[in-house]
T-cell receptor
Framework: EAGVAQSPRYKIIEKRQSVAFWCNPISGHATLYWYQQILGQGPKLLIQFQNNGVVDDSQLPKDRFSAERLKGVDSTLKIQPAKLEDSAVYLC???????????FGPGTRLTVT | AQSVTQLGSHVSVSEGALVLLRCNYSSSVPPYLFWYVQYPNQGLQLLLKYTTGATLVKGINGFEAEFKKSETSFHLTKPSAHMSDAAEYFCAVSDREGSGNTPLVFGKGTRLSVIA
C-alpha cells in the first residue's frame, strides 16, 4: 500500500513570495490533515478535511494561508505572501475516517529568507 | 484545552540501556494518548496508543508505555536501547468527544541519542 505522498520535499523562497505544497493521501482515506512543524516543536494542526469539506481550520492563518481538497482526494496548501516565521516542515497526514489512526507523509521543508 | 509536556528535550543513553521518555498531559477526563517516532527527514510513525482498557500498552520495536491516571502520565520505555532507536519522539493527546476524539495535540518532542 502506497503511503502519503508530498511534494516538493524542499522549498526555499524569499519573504513575500508565494508557495504551494501538494499532498496525495492514502487511497480511500476520507480525512486529510495539514500540520506545521516549526524547528524544536511538535506538529500543530493547521486544517482538517473530511472528504472535500473543512472540519477544523481554527489554527490556520487565513490572511495568508489557504488550503483546498476539491475532489476529496489530493490537497494543496498555499502561503501568500510568505513570512520569515513560516519557515517550517509542513506535514500532511491522512486517516481512513475522522477518528482513525493518522498516517503521515515525509513533509515539505520550507525555508523563507 | 489539553496540553502535553515532555520532560527533557534531549535524552542520551548507552546501547543496551533502559530508555525512559517522559510525557505528562493535562486533561479533565482520561484522554486518548499516543507516542510517535520521527526519523530524520521522514514523517511521523505511530509507536503505540492508549484509548481504553489495559493501561500498559505495547507498541512496535519493543517499546511500551503505561497510562497512569493518578499521575497524568504516559511515559515511554524500552528495556534495551538499540542504535536504530535514535530519533525524535513525540507524545500526543486527544480528548474524547462524543463517540470519537478531538484533533491531536503534540508535545515538543524528545530527541533520543544512543551511544555505542
Amino acid at each position: 500500500e502506497a503511503g502519503v505522498a508530498q511534494s516538493p520535499r524542499y522549498k526555499i523562497i524569499e519573504k513575500r513570495q508565494s508557495v504551494a505544497f501538494w499532498c496525495n493521501p492514502i487511497s480511500g482515506h476520507a480525512t486529510l490533515y495539514w500540520y506545521q512543524q516549526i524547528l524544536g516543536q511538535g506538529p500543530k494542526l493547521l486544517i482538517q478535511f473530511q472528504n472535500n469539506g473543512v472540519v477544523d481550520d481554527s489554527q490556520l492563518p487565513k490572511d495568508r494561508f489557504s488550503a483546498e481538497r476539491l475532489k476529496g482526494v489530493d490537497s494543496t496548501l498555499k502561503i501568500q505572501p510568505a513570512k520569515l516565521e513560516d519557515s517550517a516542515v509542513y506535514l500532511c497526514a491522512s486517516s481512513l475516517d475522522r477518528y482513525y489512526e493518522q498516517y503521515f507523509g515525509p513533509g515539505t521543508r520550507l525555508t523563507v529568507t | 484545552a489539553q496540553s502535553v509536556t515532555q520532560l527533557g528535550s534531549h535524552v542520551s543513553v548507552s546501547e543496551g540501556a533502559l530508555v525512559l521518555l517522559r510525557c505528562n498531559y493535562s486533561s479533565s477526563v482520561p484522554p486518548y494518548l499516543f507516542w510517535y517516532v520521527q526519523y530524520p527527514n521522514q514523517g511521523l510513525q505511530l509507536l503505540l496508543k492508549y484509548t481504553t482498557g489495559a493501561t500498559l500498552v505495547k507498541g512496535i520495536n519493543g517499546f511500551e508505555a503505561e497510562f497512569k491516571k493518578s499521575e497524568t502520565s504516559f511515559h515511554l520505555t524500552k528495556p534495551s536501547a538499540h542504535m536504530s532507536d535514535a530519533a525524535e519522539y513525540f507524545c500526543a493527546v486527544s480528548d474524547r468527544e462524543g463517540s470519537g476524539n478531538t484533533p491531536l495535540v503534540f508535545g515538543k518532542g524528545t530527541r533520543l541519542s544512543v551511544i555505542a
